[in-house]
């Protein structure tokens, strides 16, 4: 069955601090993606990758790195963490268009 | 870049009572269009992807897609107390790395 396994499901970290968000799909898809969901709001896309070895940005990724080392594992690091970036975060992998895309379950981040 | 919105924000229905959820967005060259629901605290759940104009039913959901219009409304037919949620419209489009655009979600309340 596709999956996509995020880890670890919650972290809290001190600011100013370096965090890595893992996320590992055994769906053999190219497309792979970071989201971050604050309360009350949609899915906001970080980075994204459609290729191993190469990231794009998304459309907030200030203060995010990405790296997609393998065409199954996809890292979100924050090399310093902020109070602003306490949110939800999500991995996603998809295939071609109009296949499915499969979600993680979720990373609760909370930076203090 | 696709701009999604959805409405209403929240929506209060009686148990059997027909909800109906409504998204609007800004190009009409997306490839497909999905609905998910994401109950407090959990993950997303995809309720209904529709690639074409026209309706698409799945069990109690019904998506109606016009891209003429630049909408997509989903139907919940006899909803039910467990149905509460926040409700997703996205969007991707292969022209743009099978990026998937959200809005920021109806929040959806069914009384009993």
């Known amino acids: 069955e596709a999956a996509v396994t995020q880890s670890p499901r919650s972290k809290v970290a001190v600011t100013g601090g370096k965090v890595t968000l893992s996320c590992h799909q055994t769906?053999?898809?190219?497309?792979m993606y970071w989201y971050r969901q604050d309360t009350g709001h949609g899915l906001r896309l970080i980075h994204y990758?459609?290729?191993?070895?190469?990231?794009e940005k998304g459309d907030i990724p200030d203060g995010y790195k990405a790296s997609r080392p393998s065409q199954e594992n996809f890292s979100l690091i924050l090399e310093l963490a902020s109070l602003s970036q306490t949110a939800v975060y999500f991995c996603?992998?998809?295939?071609?268009?109009?296949?499915?895309?499969?979600f993680g379950k979720g990373t609760r981040l909370t930076v203090v | 870049q696709q701009k999604v919105q959805q409405s209403p924000e929240s929506l209060t229905v009686s148990e059997g009572a027909m909800a109906s959820l409504n998204c609007t967005f800004s190009?009409?060259?997306?490839?497909?269009f999905r609905w998910y629901r994401q109950h407090s605290g959990k993950g997303l759940e995809v309720l209904v992807s529709?690639?074409?104009?026209g309706e698409k039913e799945e069990g109690r959901f019904t998506a109606h897609l016009n891209r003429a219009s630049l909408h997509v409304s989903l139907h919940i037919r006899e909803p039910q107390p467990s149905d509460s949620a926040v409700y997703l419209c996205?969007?991707?489009?292969?022209?743009?790395?099978?990026?998937?655009?959200f809005g920021d979600g109806t929040q959806l309340v069914v009384k009993p």
């Open positions: 996603a992998s998809s295939g071609d268009i109009n296949t499915e895309v499969f």
């Open positions: 769906n053999n898809h190219d497309y």
């Open positions: 990758s459609y290729v191993a070895d190469s990231t």
């Open positions: 190009d009409g060259t997306s490839d497909n």
């Open positions: 529709i690639f074409s104009d």
């Open positions: 996205a969007m991707s489009m292969a022209n743009n790395n099978n990026r998937i655009f």
